[in-house]
């Protein structure tokens, strides 16, 4: 299963439950503009998450404290450097989320399932507002420490290899 774009249309609308990868950009980037998914290369979390998503998912979406909801292979960006939303206040943090909730509903269908390869600030208001709306959520690196969460994403990609 390959990701796809949000604007690129799908001949799959009956199959129900397509995976849709949410993942936290990282502050580690590099040091110049760059697509999305290269942009944040450096991050062992964020290449482990992307590769593993690339092959589990149906979409993939990045979720930026910058420029909000990003897809991989979108247009090309600078870096930045900002706090994580784990630093902002509470209503930052929350219109932050609803940004990006706003922009993913655009591109969700009912029966979506929505997995997040993000700590807590950054999915927090959009995991409950998604399960308010009905979307199932899955969070599998959650109350995981950030080493075992490599060491969870390491194994995951290394079980998915062909």
């Not at 600078?78 to 943090?93: K, V």
């Amino acid at each position: 299963m390959g990701a796809r774009g949000p604007d690129e249309a799908t001949s799959d609308t009956t199959r129900p439950g397509r995976r849709v990868a949410l993942i936290a950009a990282p502050q580690r980037q590099l040091p110049f503009p760059a697509r999305p998914s290269q942009l944040f290369g450096p991050s062992e979390f964020f290449t482990l998450a992307i590769t593993l998503a690339g092959r589990t998912a149906d979409r993939i979406y990045i979720l930026s404290p910058r420029y909000g909801l990003l897809v991989p292979d979108g247009p090309v960006i600078a870096p930045y450097r900002i706090d994580p939303p784990d630093l902002w206040p509470p209503a930052r943090r929350r219109a932050w989320a609803e940004g990006i909730l706003a922009a993913l509903l655009r591109h969700l269908r009912p029966d979506d399932i929505c997995v997040f390869y993000a700590g807590r600030a950054y999915r927090e208001t959009v995991q409950y507002r998604l399960t308010q709306l009905g979307y199932r959520c899955e969070i599998p690196l959650q109350g995981l420490t950030p080493d075992s969460q490599i060491e969870h994403l390491r194994a995951a990609v290394a079980a998915t290899e062909q």
